[in-house]
């Protein structure tokens, strides 16, 4: 198979000197050999007297101590309003959550779960459930009654904060079947005075402003969260509060951020990039956070890249792609003079749109590559290196990358016979990484079996399928349940969905293969238009000849112009679903759905 060579033969974007000179790792090569694990575990500061290790503190109370005036977060409302919450405000706020979990009786390793918008008190609760000892939990508020039910089931949730109209619609249907539930404390107005739950603002206005963080080992687990979904039925991965070495070294190396940058992450927050890069490492570095409770919206959002004078940006390649499509004009609009870095994540991000960034917005959109289940970036296109559009990085300093060898049936080889690592370049694989990294995940929630089948000889077998150049670069070919045979050939859907989205009428595009007597498979595309295109029979028959000459023996025999196609909430296709549709199979679970 080829994968995704398409698009990263029109050449690397190179950096200029002077961007060079300016990011904060200058030289990929000496990184890899000068980093180590236990030098980024000294850049942390520890508890006071030798307690140990937490995140909450590494995240706030250092910098309170030493610059309590910084501003840590920007709170943008719902009407735009902006509200500033320095490190020593946020680090007495915190306490407060803190010390209202201790009143609550919540003990270590009690689960706190959220159910919240991107609002301050999320923020808050987070970080003071950290400080507390307890693991935080967050659950994308978009959830229905069920999706809610079944994580705080599984997670055995004691605690839940949400707003009062989430409480209403998505708790109280399903808060019988919750026995575990204890405590449900509402943020926001509008707290009615009822016995089920109780307000938020009124426990933290009767806790103590000061707490002392409990000695905290590295190895006590600080994080469940839910994988997206996309294979199927979401999975809890537990992580520890030594995680916090990997949030913080790779946001240095992987997104250029420092103390000085104002940064953004449009991830949900309830989506594990939503909490180790959209919550944790820009604190841990002393940043401000820009947190901003609206939804997508191109114009407004460019609006907000100029006006909040942006310098570090991490965001999906579905926004970006939704931004290419808005057109040229409405960038011309905006001053995005302090943008110096982008950062892409959750899905292949296409060159096409690699290029768009650079030429529209004047620097790159980085990809970069990891799971729920590694906690932080593994593989990075960097700020101070050349980008090479449609290929996902080099492995971050620290991270040892491998492609396991598939046997005959297309699966990687594992199991007892051990697995064999791919040396030469070019072949695909499955991308495997050598276990014992900080934010390594300890375990998915009730599954230990599950967990041990995901690593073989050292190595943890991520399930994505990659090639590796003969540079080190690693590109995405798909996952492994999406790869598709034809006709003798190994079909990654992304190298499809890129070539069928350099076509000027495309702006997204998703792969599977269907059942065929002959072929095996067939490669079938499923394609949304830009607009000003109309969806007839001539472009019809054009998209399928320019996939032909692109993409020759594995392009789509079959494209469908749809409307729109299914996302999860963290902003990934939903191939899965595509084909359960296409072939009337049962749909399976839709609870990460954006619009079932
Ligand atoms: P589930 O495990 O429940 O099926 P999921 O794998 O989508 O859901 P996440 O942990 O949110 O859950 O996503 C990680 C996956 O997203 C990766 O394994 C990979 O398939 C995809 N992914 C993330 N970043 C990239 C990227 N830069 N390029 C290509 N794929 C990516
Ligand atoms: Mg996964």
């Not at 007297?49 to 005036?69: F, K, W």
């Not at 500033?84 to 407060?96: D, F, K, M």
């Not at 296409?582 to 749909?587: I, Q, R, S």
Request: with cysteine; net charge negative.
């Amino acid at each position: 198979m080829t994968a995704a060579r398409v698009g990263g033969d029109r050449g690397a974007i190179p950096k200029s000197e002077a961007v060079r000179r300016a990011a904060r790792m200058p030289d990929y090569a000496r990184a890899r050999r000068t980093f180590s694990w236990s030098g980024a575990r000294a850049q942390m500061s520890g508890l006071p007297d030798g307690r140990g290790l937490n995140i909450a503190h590494e995240a706030v109370d250092r910098h309170a101590a030493t610059r309590p005036d910084a501003v840590a977060l920007r709170v943008v409302d719902g009407n735009g309003a902006t509200v500033e919450v320095t490190y020593s405000e946020l680090r007495r706020r915190t306490n407060r959550f803190a010390d209202v979990l201790r009143g609550l009786g919540m003990c270590r390793g009690d689960r706190v779960f959220t159910l919240l918008p991107r609002t301050l008190d999320l923020y808050v609760v987070a970080l003071g459930t950290l400080k507390a000892g307890c693991v935080l939990s967050p659950l994308f508020s978009a959830f229905g009654p069920e999706p809610v039910a079944q994580r705080l089931r599984l997670g055995e949730g004691r605690v839940l904060v949400t707003t009062p109209r989430l409480h209403d619609r998505r708790v109280r249907p399903v808060r019988d079947g919750l026995p575990a539930l204890q405590h449900v404390l509402l943020s926001g107005d509008g707290v009615p005075g009822e016995s089920d739950a109780s307000s938020l603002a009124a426990a933290l206005a009767g806790a103590d402003e000061e707490f002392v963080i409990p000695p905290t080992d590295p190895e006590d687990v600080a994080l469940l969260h839910f994988t997206s979904g996309t294979t199927g039925t979401p999975k809890g991965a537990v992580h520890v509060h030594e995680a916090v070495v990997a949030h913080h070294a790779t946001a240095a190396h992987a997104l250029d951020l420092g103390a000085d940058d104002v940064f953004w992450c449009t991830a949900d927050p309830g989506w594990v990039t939503g909490t180790s890069y959209g919550t944790i490492a820009p604190l841990t570095h002393g940043a401000t956070l820009l947190v901003d409770e609206r939804d997508f919206d191109a114009e407004r959002w460019y609006r907000t890249l100029a006006e909040q004078r942006i310098s570090v940006w991490y965001t999906a390649p579905t926004a970006l792609r939704l931004l290419a499509r808005h057109g040229a004009a409405a960038v011309a609009r905006h001053d995005l003079s302090a943008l110096r870095h982008v950062a892409s994540v959750g899905e292949p991000l296409n060159a096409e749109v690699v290029r768009w960034s650079y030429e529209v917005l004047g620097t790159p959109a980085h990809d970069n590559w990891w799971q729920t289940e590694t906690g932080a970036i593994m593989i990075s296109n960097y700020a101070a290196e050349e980008v090479r559009p449609g290929s996902m990085g080099r492995p971050m300093p620290g991270i040892e990358a491998g492609v396991l060898e598939r046997g005959p049936d297309g699966r990687a080889l594992r199991g007892p016979a051990g697995v064999s690592e791919v040396t030469a370049p070019d072949i695909e694989g499955e991308l495997a990484l050598r276990a014992g990294w900080p934010s390594m995940f300890r375990g998915y929630l009730h599954e230990d079996e599950r967990y041990a089948a995901s690593f073989a000889d050292g190595w943890y077998l991520t399930g994505d399928v990659v090639r590796r150049d003969a540079d080190g670069w690693f590109w995405f070919a798909g996952r492994a349940d999406d790869v598709i045979k034809t006709a003798g050939h190994l079909v990654g859907p992304f190298e499809v969905e890129s070539a069928l989205m350099a076509h000027p009428a495309v702006a997204e595009a998703a792969v599977i293969g269907t059942p065929d007597p002959v072929a095996g498979e067939l490669v079938k595309a499923f394609v949304t238009l830009r607009p000003g295109w109309t969806p007839d029979d001539a472009l019809h028959d054009e998209l399928l000849a320019f996939g032909r000459r692109r993409l020759g023996s594995v392009a789509p025999r079959e494209i469908t112009v749809a409307p729109d196609l299914p996302h999860t909430r963290s902003g990934k296709i939903l191939r899965r679903l595509l084909r359960a549709r296409e072939l009337g199979l049962p749909e399976g679970d839709l609870s990460t759905v954006e619009t079932p």
